[in-house]
């Protein structure tokens, strides 16, 4: 069975460009999850998405947002982006009524120059 | 906000000795997990223990919960330089996954 993978590895950004990254959940999953880990940092909630609609929201501002598509596969988009933003940001994925047991891909290292 | 938090943040031991981590948190849990990762990858589950046991196994992997106290513990025994790497803790409630900010474990061969 396929884990999450995620798109690209690492992107690099200039300061106000969007950055656009991609996660596929583990077939048959249905939830996903964005997460933020600055260096050195535990991971910050960002966005849960599930049957294509936005469930929870983590304490980021709006330029923070995504999506869901029909296959269950998802985007992040960060626009206006600063240099803070830097991090990598990870991708995970669950059953609907599962939410507890997340299924992790190998992340994206954005960096914003 | 981080729920859990971890102590030590770092910790360096030889291999062949065990490794304690601790967890705290502060609402109450279903459960709590410990994750395992690898220098700035993805994390990997390791662990699962439900807010009704109070120990579990797995390997060289002892997990305890003080649910009173609001406090788990991960124990590695016997550790390899394989097992360097960040752990972290993870209480779930409702719907939502919350880490806490991990301890960094150098296992020196």
């Known amino acids: 069975e396929a884990g999450v993978t995620q798109s690209p590895t690492h992107l690099i950004k200039t300061r106000g460009q969007q950055a656009t990254l991609r996660c596929s959940p583990i077939s048959g999953h249905t939830s996903v999850y964005w997460y933020q880990q600055a260096l050195g940092l535990g991971l910050q909630f960002l966005l849960w998405y599930d049957e294509g609609e936005e469930r929870n929201r983590g304490n980021f501002p709006p330029r923070f947002s995504g999506r869901q598509f029909p296959n269950y596969s998802s985007e992040l988009n960060v626009n206006a982006l600063e240099l803070e933003d830097s991090a990598l940001y990870l991708c995970?994925?669950?059953?609907?009524?599962?939410?507890?047991?997340?299924?992790f891909g190998p992340g994206t290292r954005l960096t914003v120059t | 906000s981080q729920q859990g938090e971890e102590d030590p943040q770092a910790l360096s031991i030889q291999e062949g000795e065990n490794a304690t981590m601790n967890c705290s948190y502060k609402t109450s849990i279903n459960n709590l997990q410990w994750y395992r990762q690898n220098s700035g990858r993805g994390l990997v589950h390791l662990i699962l223990?439900?807010?009704?046991?109070r120990e579990k196994h797995s390997g060289r992997l002892r997990v305890t919960l003080d649910t009173s106290k609001k406090s788990s513990s991960l124990l590695i025994t016997a550790s390899r330089a394989a097992d360097t790497a960040s752990y972290f803790c993870?209480?779930?409630?409702?719907?939502?996954?919350?880490f806490g900010t991990g301890t960094r474990l150098a296992v020196r061969p």
């Open positions: 223990i439900r807010s009704n046991e």
């Open positions: 995970a994925s669950s059953h609907r009524w599962s939410s507890y047991e997340q299924y």
């Open positions: 993870a209480t779930s409630s409702g719907d939502k996954l919350t």
